[in-house]
């Protein structure tokens, strides 16, 4: 079983760069890839970047050249280092971490407004 927390949502205007961490426990050895996904108001989830064990990074169009996904295989944290914020970018976000199933964290709140 594998828990993921997420934190470092919040308010931020347009512009403005917010990082986000997920931390994960439990059983994390088989992890080969973790990522974000977001949620907009009224809108399905959106797969916004995804990292490999070894460090190899994929990001949606809409977020690419904004955002940097990292992650820290000692302390089991995954990153996502955002920048240049806009107002699309509202919404809950949602760490996963894939292994023999898909794991979710509970999301944390990101809010782009002026």
């Known amino acids: 079983q594998v828990q993921l927390v997420e934190s470092g949502g919040g308010l931020v205007q347009p512009g403005g760069s917010l990082r986000l961490s997920c931390a994960a426990s439990?059983?994390?050895?088989?992890?080969?890839?973790m990522g974000w996904y977001r949620q907009a108001p009224g809108k399905e989830r959106e797969l916004v970047a995804t990292?490999?064990?070894?460090?190899?990074?994929n990001y949606a169009d809409s977020v690419k050249g904004r955002f940097t996904i990292s992650r820290d295989n000692a302390k089991n944290t995954v990153y996502l280092q955002m920048s240049s914020l806009k107002p699309e970018d509202t919404g809950v976000y949602y760490c996963?971490?894939?292994?023999?199933?898909?794991?979710w964290g509970q999301g944390t709140q990101v809010t782009v407004s002026s």
């Open positions: 996963i971490a894939v292994t023999l199933t898909m794991y």
């Open positions: 439990g059983s994390i050895f088989s992890l080969n890839r």
């Open positions: 990292i490999s064990s070894g460090g190899i990074a």
